[in-house]
Every structure is written in structure tokens, then in C-alpha cells.
């Protein structure tokens, strides 16, 4: 704990000194948690700074590429916080990449009881993937380790005893030149890390279709802006349904383009929609640009080859709890009633469902890359590893 005490120090001295900040900062941000004691460790490496609250179940909040005055990358929920309230349903802090596990709807859900309509007044986050704290068992400047055990029971009733073991990591230029295939050039500001989650079988029985399996599902806050677009490729040769877009009701087309390949998603806070794309669909990378601030948003994660099961997270009856969506998008906007728990827009990955034995573990790595600075360096890379470029992903909205 020793970084976490000193990481929170240091922002408390920032703040004592009246620095100030501008919102969007990275220092914004930091002062604001040191304001409302709300610890955190901090990953850095030069300008570099990752942060990570523990109490939250060990979520990346924010980050950025360029120090205490560059972009805070994540979507923090600074209305929710300032009440200082515990809401017994949902507690939403925001944060780029928090820790859940699925399905969220179906006979397996964590999300309702047992013979509960499955709709959102019966809907609840429970407290370890809400408002409880994970243990920091390690840490160092660029990584911290973290880890909970909690018991579970699904819509069906079934028991489960899982354990979660939780790194943050940095990673450095040779990393992210294997994992992307390209150089990020001199002149670009970016950052990457990436996160390892593990869940364990802790009980002792096995963990099956007959019981329903956990998965691990990440979701990533981000703040959404009129020229902000999420793009996804998939598996152009895939012969059964490439996307799910009825999530909330079909989404548009003036909002939802396929294009050779890839799926393009208008992001802008304004109307909510969500779309997915299911296992022999999804690729193993996606992306989001927005053209006014010059960011380009990269995540990679681990896709199993072979047939695998992804747990279906649509709520109420499904024809297959097994059926479902190995990466979604989200833009949020007004509810039925005209409420918006942003704005923010969301990219979630998931891994498959863990058919686990008793001590049997599974693991879904997820690499978040921002990388910003000139459109036309940025291009370039875009080009490189999706085989767009930024020109045309800008544009698509706009016709």
C-alpha cells in the first residue's frame, strides 16, 4: 500500500498548493480525487501516467500522454461523486477500463434474482464489482496487482465462489511495436497498458452450461464529442449475423454504416445505442478517433481460436445464454424518461464463458493504446494496423 499512500501525497500536495488545472486534465482530475479522499496508485513513465483506484474494484479511472496538463482520457462521473451518496442499485464513478463480470440479463445473470422481471428496476450491480474494494498485493511504478474473492449467486440460484486476480501493467515502445506492428513516431504523444484478468474457481463444483459460467466483461468510459467515431472490423467472410444493433431498439443507418469490413459507430452522447459483434464476427482489435482533438484510441484483447462460448447479456429470455457478443460499443443519451447518466460512450470486450473445474483459472488481456497528435502521423498508423485511414473515418458521418 505504500504506493497508493504516496501516489495520493502527492496529489494532496499539488492541491494544497492551489495548482490549478483546467477541466479535462489529467491534474484536474488527480486534485479532484485527492480533494474528495479517494486514493489511488499511479502508473508513470515519463509524461506517462495510468490511475488506478483500488477501492473500486482496482479500475483505471483515467489516464494520459502528456503529465498533470495533458488529456484525462477516461470519463469520470463528477456529478454522481460530488453527492457523496451510495446509491444501493448502481454506483457510477465513470473510468476507462473497470472490471465486470457477465452476463448482465438471461438465466445466468448476476444481475437480477431469481424469477425477477428482468427489467431495470429489478436490475442491480452487486457489491464486488460495485462498492467494494480489491486488495493491492503488489505494486511498483509500473504495475499493481490486485486481487478479491467473493461469493455469487446467478438468476438461477446457483452458488459460486470465484476468485479475481487483477494487474495493471504499463507497456513500453517494444511491446506495443509487437502487438501493433508499427513504430509510433517521434512527434506523436502516447501511451499503452494493459490489463491481465483472471477468474478462478475457488468452490467445488464445476462450472458449466448447466450451472452458467462467469465471463470477464471490461468497459471502458470514455467522453463522447460530435466528431468522435468508434470503428470495429470484423470477419467480412463470416456467414452467420455479423452485429447485433437491437439493443435498445435498431440503430439508424445515418448512425451504423458497415463499410468493406468495418462497422462505423457515431458517438456523440445524444442517442443511446449499443451494438455487438459475436464470436467468428469479432476481430481481436477496435478502435475510436475523435478528428477535433486529434486522438486516436486503439484496444486489443485476447479472441480465442477454436469454437467458444460467449456469455448472452441481453436481458430476459434467450434462446441461447451462450450466444453472445465478444465486443460491444455503446453511446449513451436520453432514457424513456429523458434522463442521461452521462454523456459518455462506452467499448466493452468480453471473454468466453469459463468452463472452469475447481481451481481451474481463465484470463482475458485487454492492451488500451491512445496515441495523439498530427491527423496525418495518426493516419498512417491507422492505415498500417486497420487498413483504413483517418480520412475516411472521419468522413462518414458527414455525408
Same mark, same amino acid.
Given at each position: 500500500m505504500k504506493r497508493l499512500i504516496l501516489a495520493t501525497a502527492a496529489v494532496l500536495? =499539488?492541491? #494544497?498548493c492551489e495548482k490549478k488545472y483546467e477541466m479535462g486534465t489529467y491534474g484536474y482530475d488527480a486534485a479532484y480525487f485527492a480533494k474528495h479522499n479517494i486514493g489511488f496508485v499511479e502508473l508513470v513513465d515519463g509524461s506517462s501516467k495510468v490511475m488506478v483506484i483500488p477501492a473500486w474494484q482496482g479500475r483505471v479511472q483515467t489516464s494520459t500522454t502528456d503529465g498533470d496538463n #495533458? +488529456?484525462?482520457? #477516461?470519463?469520470t462521473n463528477y456529478r454522481f461523486i460530488d453527492a457523496e451518496k451510495v446509491s444501493p442499485q448502481f454506483n457510477p464513478f465513470g473510468g476507462e477500463e473497470r472490471f465486470w463480470i457477465g452476463p448482465e440479463g438471461g438465466p445466468f445473470s448476476w444481475y437480477f434474482k431469481k424469477g425477477e422481471e428482468q427489467v431495470y428496476e429489478n436490475w442491480k450491480v452487486p457489491?464486488?464489482?460495485? +462498492?467494494?474494494?480489491?486488495? $493491492?498485493?503488489?505494486?511498483s511504478p509500473s504495475k499493481v496487482v490486485l486481487t478479491k474473492e467473493f461469493d455469487a449467486v446467478n438468476a438461477s440460484d446457483n452458488n459460486f465462489r470465484i #476468485? $479475481?486476480?487483477?494487474t495493471v501493467a504499463l507497456v513500453d515502445a517494444s511491446e506495443l511495436k509487437d502487438l501493433l506492428g508499427v513504430d509510433i513516431p517521434q512527434g506523436l504523444k502516447s501511451l499503452a497498458y494493459k490489463t491481465e484478468n483472471t477468474l478462478i474457481n475457488k468452490g467445488e463444483a464445476a462450472w458449466d452450461k448447466k450451472t452458467g459460467m462467469p465471463s470477464v466483461w471490461l468497459l471502458g468510459s470514455?467522453?463522447? +464529442?460530435?466528431t468522435t467515431t468508434v470503428f470495429i472490423p470484423c470477419n467480412a467472410g463470416f456467414q452467420g449475423r455479423k452485429i447485433n444493433d437491437e439493443y435498445f431498439g435498431k440503430v439508424p443507418a445515418d448512425r451504423l454504416v458497415y463499410d468493406d469490413g468495418m462497422f462505423f459507430f457515431k458517438i456523440d452522447g445524444k442517442y443511446r445505442s449499443k451494438i455487438g459483434l459475436p464470436a467468428g464476427s469479432a476481430k481481436d482489435i477496435c478502435g475510436s478517433y475523435d478528428s477535433a482533438q486529434g486522438v486516436l484510441n486503439i484496444l486489443k484483447y485476447t479472441v480465442p481460436s477454436g469454437d467458444v462460448d460467449y456469455v448472452n447479456g441481453q436481458w430476459g429470455p434467450q434462446e441461447n445464454p451462450f450466444g453472445g457478443d465478444v465486443i460491444n460499443s455503446y453511446n449513451d443519451g436520453p432514457t424513456e424518461t429523458g434522463f $442521461?447518466?452521462?454523456p459518455f460512450y462506452e467499448i466493452e470486450t468480453s471473454s468466453p464463458a469459463?468452463?472452469?473445474a475447481p481451481g481451474e483459472c481463465l484470463t482475458h488481456v485487454q492492451y488500451t493504446i491512445h496515441i495523439q497528435g498530427n491527423k496525418e502521423m495518426l493516419s498512417a498508423i491507422a492505415e498500417q494496423v486497420f487498413g483504413v485511414g483517418l480520412?475516411? =473515418?472521419d468522413s462518414v458521418f458527414k455525408k
Open positions: 500536495c =499539488i492541491a #494544497g #495533458g +488529456t484525462s482520457y #477516461g470519463w457489491s464486488y464489482i460495485d +462498492t467494494d474494494a480489491y486488495e $493491492v498485493e503488489e505494486v #476468485g $479475481v486476480r487483477r470514455f467522453n463522447p +464529442t460530435p $442521461v447518466q452521462g469459463a468452463a472452469l480520412e475516411k =473515418i
